[in-house]
């Protein structure tokens, strides 16, 4: 089983350059998130959807946006990157969120991306 | 507040040894209480998690301690191993709260 993958695992950008971090799930979860990871700062929720064509903002969605036209795939877009954007990202994807299920999170092998 | 404090940061322990990483959380609503674990270089895995209705989780040598009134939880692994060095993050969420992690603890287990 592929569960989440992500592309690309790495990518150098300049500043002002604009991309996309691909993520798509193969379990047929509703859910998925997109988490940054910086040293020391935990995992930031970015952006989250909870089906197809209905997306979230999290706690630090500014300078990204996404987009979820299917239940496998997550795009991350990345507009006017900015060296603050340098940092690993994790695309993730549940069955579901809530207290009547584990609401357990499997995670991508993340995107480090630098922004120069 | 939405905040997951986690301590310590980094934590070095001998093989055989235990380790215990503590993690505070403020929001009263929070009903579930994973652990995670990532390898270097891959994503964070479930590990093991509590909800609190008990005050203790045990799954082979990694344990969930859980004291509600004091809004705390710890993980202890117990006979720690060198294949256990890893970055450990807690995370507290539930009801209509989004999952919110700790700062995550970087374990090395010397052999």
């Known amino acids: 089983n592929a569960g989440v993958t992500q592309t690309p695992k790495f990518r150098i950008l300049k500043i002002g350059q604009s991309m996309t971090l691909q993520c798509t799930q193969d379990m047929n979860h509703n859910y998925m998130y997109w988490y940054r990871q910086d040293p020391g700062m935990g995992l930031k929720l970015i952006y989250y959807s909870v089906g197809a064509g209905i997306t979230d903002k999290g706690e630090v969605p500014n300078g990204y946006n996404v987009s979820r036209s299917t239940t496998e795939d997550f795009p991350l877009r990345l507009e006017l990157a900015a060296p603050s954007q340098t940092s690993v990202y994790f695309c993730?994807?549940?069955?579901?969120?809530?207290?009547?299920?584990?609401?357990?999170?499997?995670f991508g092998e993340g995107s480090r991306l630098t922004v120069l | 507040q939405q905040q997951v404090k986690q301590s310590p940061q980094s934590l070095i322990v001998q093989k055989g040894g235990i380790s215990i990483i503590n993690c505070a959380y403020e929001n009263t609503a929070f009903d579930y209480f994973p652990w995670y674990q990532q390898f270097p270089g891959k994503g964070p895995a479930l590990l093991i998690a509590?909800?609190?209705?008990?005050s203790e989780k045990k799954e082979g040598r990694f344990t969930i301690s859980f004291n509600k009134s004091a809004k705390q939880f710890s993980l202890h692994i117990m006979d720690s191993q060198p294949g256990d060095s890893a970055t450990y993050f807690c995370a507290a969420g539930g009801g209509s709260s989004r999952l919110t992690f700790g700062e995550g603890t970087q374990l090395t287990v010397n052999p």
């Open positions: 993730a994807s549940s069955y579901s969120r809530g207290p009547l299920t584990s609401g357990e999170l499997f």
């Open positions: 509590i909800r609190p209705d008990v």
